[in-house]
């Protein structure tokens, strides 16, 4: 199970972590990533780190964005900095379980457990 938190209101420029605490299976965990759903829009990849800690980002949020993980607190967290109102969406954290998952890490399939979002409003 995936809990993410850590939303909220905030101005342009100004920057939010987000934080979602993973239980149950996760020494099989693979991969973890951020996603996010815009109002109207689909959703899409934000940022993912792998079992070996490598990371990835999307091109809107490459170098304002930063994703981690504490495996000792099971926790994943992405530190957002410089948000734009185009930031603004529900975000989700996933993990991945299968080698699969960590090949296809930017697609949404490839994730077997979801959280159930937080909520993220950037005003201008």
């Known amino acids: 199970q995936l809990q993410a938190s850590g939303g909220g209101l905030v101005q342009t420029g100004g920057s939010l972590r987000l934080s979602c605490l993973a239980s149950?299976?996760?020494?099989?965990?693979?991969?973890m990533a951020w996603f996010r759903q815009a109002p109207g829009k689909e959703r899409e990849f934000v940022a993912a780190?792998?079992?070996?800690?490598?990371?990835y980002y999307s091109d809107a949020v490459k170098d304002r964005f930063t994703i981690s993980r504490d495996k000792a607190k099971n926790t994943l967290y992405l530190q957002m900095n410089s948000l734009k109102p185009e930031d603004t969406a529900a975000y989700y954290c996933a993990a991945g379980l299968t080698l699969d998952s960590s090949s296809y890490y930017y697609t949404q399939a490839a994730y077997n457990d979801w959280g159930q979002g937080t909520l993220v409003t950037v005003s201008s």
């Open positions: 149950g299976r996760t020494s099989s965990i693979n991969v």
């Open positions: 780190i792998k079992r070996s800690q490598s990371t």
